[in-house]
Protein backbone atom coordinates (compact mmCIF):
# COMPACT_ATOMS: atom_id res chain seq x y z
CA UNK A 1 0.00 0.00 0.00
CA UNK A 2 1.44 3.69 -1.20
CA UNK A 3 1.61 6.07 1.39
CA UNK A 4 -0.93 8.76 1.68
CA UNK A 5 1.15 11.73 3.97
CA UNK A 6 -0.47 13.39 6.30
CA UNK A 7 -3.94 12.98 7.03
CA UNK A 8 -6.26 15.60 5.37
CA UNK A 9 -6.67 18.72 7.74
CA UNK A 10 -3.94 16.64 10.07
CA UNK A 11 -2.33 19.90 11.76
CA UNK A 12 1.36 19.91 12.11
CA UNK A 13 2.43 19.82 15.69
CA UNK A 14 5.74 19.93 17.30
CA UNK A 15 6.98 18.05 20.19
CA UNK A 16 10.19 19.17 22.43
CA UNK A 17 11.47 16.04 24.56
CA UNK A 18 13.97 17.28 27.59
CA UNK A 19 15.89 15.96 30.82
CA UNK A 20 15.55 18.05 33.58
CA UNK A 21 18.51 20.84 34.34
CA UNK A 22 21.29 19.84 36.63
CA UNK A 23 20.34 19.20 40.70
CA UNK A 24 21.59 19.42 43.61
CA UNK A 25 22.78 16.28 44.62
CA UNK A 26 21.29 15.91 47.93
CA UNK A 27 17.38 16.58 48.97
CA UNK A 28 15.42 14.65 51.54
CA UNK A 29 14.35 11.98 49.03
CA UNK A 30 15.14 11.70 45.22
CA UNK A 31 11.57 13.52 44.15
CA UNK A 32 12.64 16.32 46.44
CA UNK A 33 15.93 17.20 45.09
CA UNK A 34 16.08 21.27 43.63
CA UNK A 35 17.78 22.09 40.53
CA UNK A 36 21.30 23.47 41.14
CA UNK A 37 22.39 26.96 40.04
CA UNK A 38 23.89 25.59 37.44
CA UNK A 39 20.43 23.79 36.47
CA UNK A 40 18.55 26.87 36.09
CA UNK A 41 20.98 28.66 33.94
CA UNK A 42 21.26 25.74 31.94
CA UNK A 43 17.68 25.08 31.45
CA UNK A 44 17.39 28.87 30.91
CA UNK A 45 19.99 28.63 27.74
CA UNK A 46 17.35 25.42 26.86
CA UNK A 47 14.50 27.61 26.67
CA UNK A 48 16.01 30.87 25.01
CA UNK A 49 17.20 28.45 22.41
CA UNK A 50 13.97 26.96 21.85
CA UNK A 51 12.61 30.34 21.40
CA UNK A 52 15.33 31.20 18.74
CA UNK A 53 13.52 27.55 16.88
CA UNK A 54 10.33 29.49 16.79
CA UNK A 55 8.95 27.22 19.46
CA UNK A 56 6.22 28.25 21.63
CA UNK A 57 4.99 25.50 23.63
CA UNK A 58 0.99 25.62 24.25
CA UNK A 59 1.32 22.28 26.82
CA UNK A 60 4.23 21.77 29.67
CA UNK A 61 3.67 18.58 30.20
CA UNK A 62 6.58 18.30 33.59
CA UNK A 63 7.19 15.85 36.19
CA UNK A 64 6.12 16.65 39.43
CA UNK A 65 9.59 16.47 41.32
CA UNK A 66 10.95 19.50 42.25
CA UNK A 67 14.14 19.57 39.92
CA UNK A 68 11.55 18.99 36.79
CA UNK A 69 9.28 22.12 37.76
CA UNK A 70 12.54 24.24 38.70
CA UNK A 71 13.88 23.28 35.07
CA UNK A 72 10.39 24.36 33.41
CA UNK A 73 10.46 28.00 35.51
CA UNK A 74 14.12 28.77 34.40
CA UNK A 75 13.08 27.08 30.24
CA UNK A 76 10.18 29.35 30.44
CA UNK A 77 12.15 32.68 31.53
CA UNK A 78 14.47 31.87 28.73
CA UNK A 79 11.54 31.72 26.13
CA UNK A 80 9.71 33.83 27.28
CA UNK A 81 6.86 31.05 27.78
CA UNK A 82 3.39 31.88 30.17
CA UNK A 83 2.41 28.37 30.42
CA UNK A 84 0.91 27.18 33.60
CA UNK A 85 2.84 23.41 33.78
CA UNK A 86 0.88 20.24 33.92
CA UNK A 87 2.59 18.90 36.47
CA UNK A 88 2.58 14.62 36.42
CA UNK A 89 3.03 12.24 38.98
CA UNK A 90 3.10 9.22 36.38
CA UNK A 91 5.88 10.94 34.58
CA UNK A 92 8.09 11.08 37.21
CA UNK A 93 9.01 7.41 37.56
CA UNK A 94 7.14 6.41 34.02
CA UNK A 95 9.17 4.34 31.19
CA UNK A 96 9.23 6.22 27.48
CA UNK A 97 5.91 3.90 26.41
CA UNK A 98 4.14 5.81 29.37
CA UNK A 99 5.46 9.15 28.67
CA UNK A 100 4.14 8.56 24.80
CA UNK A 101 0.85 7.87 26.15
CA UNK A 102 0.78 10.76 28.64
CA UNK A 103 1.99 13.02 24.95
CA UNK A 104 -0.95 11.36 22.97
CA UNK A 105 -3.65 12.49 25.72
CA UNK A 106 -3.10 16.27 24.57
CA UNK A 107 -5.73 18.35 23.57
CA UNK A 108 -6.69 18.41 20.03
CA UNK A 109 -6.04 22.18 19.98
CA UNK A 110 -2.55 22.03 21.43
CA UNK A 111 0.35 22.40 18.35
CA UNK A 112 3.24 22.41 20.84
CA UNK A 113 3.93 20.44 23.52
CA UNK A 114 7.47 20.37 25.65
CA UNK A 115 7.73 17.35 28.05
CA UNK A 116 10.26 17.61 30.52
CA UNK A 117 11.63 15.05 32.49
CA UNK A 118 14.13 12.51 33.69
CA UNK A 119 16.71 9.82 32.06
CA UNK A 120 16.78 7.29 30.76
CA UNK A 121 13.32 8.10 29.83
CA UNK A 122 13.61 11.11 28.24
CA UNK A 123 16.45 9.71 26.00
CA UNK A 124 14.74 6.64 25.04
CA UNK A 125 11.41 8.98 24.59
CA UNK A 126 13.62 11.15 21.85
CA UNK A 127 14.94 7.98 20.20
CA UNK A 128 11.18 5.80 20.22
CA UNK A 129 9.72 9.01 18.82
CA UNK A 130 12.37 9.88 15.93
CA UNK A 131 11.50 8.67 12.63
CA UNK A 132 14.95 9.05 10.66
CA UNK A 133 13.76 11.23 8.08
CA UNK A 134 15.87 13.94 10.21
CA UNK A 135 19.52 15.74 9.53
CA UNK A 136 21.53 12.18 10.39
CA UNK A 137 24.04 14.48 11.55
CA UNK A 138 20.98 15.96 14.48
CA UNK A 139 20.01 12.10 14.95
CA UNK A 140 23.78 11.23 15.59
CA UNK A 141 24.63 14.00 18.15
CA UNK A 142 21.13 13.04 19.85
CA UNK A 143 22.19 9.52 20.25
CA UNK A 144 25.82 10.50 21.24
CA UNK A 145 24.32 11.38 24.49
CA UNK A 146 21.40 12.96 26.51
CA UNK A 147 22.91 15.07 29.62
CA UNK A 148 21.05 17.73 31.68
CA UNK A 149 19.21 20.72 29.72
CA UNK A 150 19.39 18.45 26.33
CA UNK A 151 16.18 18.49 24.15
CA UNK A 152 15.11 16.83 21.36
CA UNK A 153 12.47 19.11 19.09
CA UNK A 154 10.84 17.10 16.78
CA UNK A 155 7.91 18.19 14.01
CA UNK A 156 4.69 15.69 13.32
CA UNK A 157 1.64 15.67 11.19
CA UNK A 158 -1.29 14.40 12.87
CA UNK A 159 -3.42 13.54 15.87
CA UNK A 160 -1.70 13.73 19.03
CA UNK A 161 -3.82 10.50 20.10
CA UNK A 162 -2.31 8.70 16.57
CA UNK A 163 1.53 9.89 17.84
CA UNK A 164 3.39 6.19 17.02
CA UNK A 165 6.78 4.77 18.05
CA UNK A 166 8.87 6.63 14.86
CA UNK A 167 6.37 8.72 14.06
CA UNK A 168 8.19 12.15 14.37
CA UNK A 169 10.91 14.11 12.46
CA UNK A 170 14.30 14.73 14.73
CA UNK A 171 14.58 18.52 13.42
CA UNK A 172 16.97 20.04 15.86
CA UNK A 173 19.07 18.95 19.53
CA UNK A 174 20.76 21.34 22.31
CA UNK A 175 22.53 20.85 24.67
CA UNK A 176 21.80 24.02 27.44
CA UNK A 177 24.76 25.28 28.95
CA UNK A 178 24.30 28.58 30.41
Known sequence: MQDQGPTPGARSRRIAVMRHGKAEQTGRTDFERELADRGHADSEDTGAWLARQGFTPDRALVSAAHRTIGT??????????DVDPDLSQVLYGAGPETALDLVRETLAEVTSIIVIGHNPTMAYLASLLDDGEGDPAVSSEMMSGYPTSAVALFEYDGDWGDLAEAGARLVAYHIGRG
Do not use: H, L, Q
Open 72 to 81: WRSVASGGGY
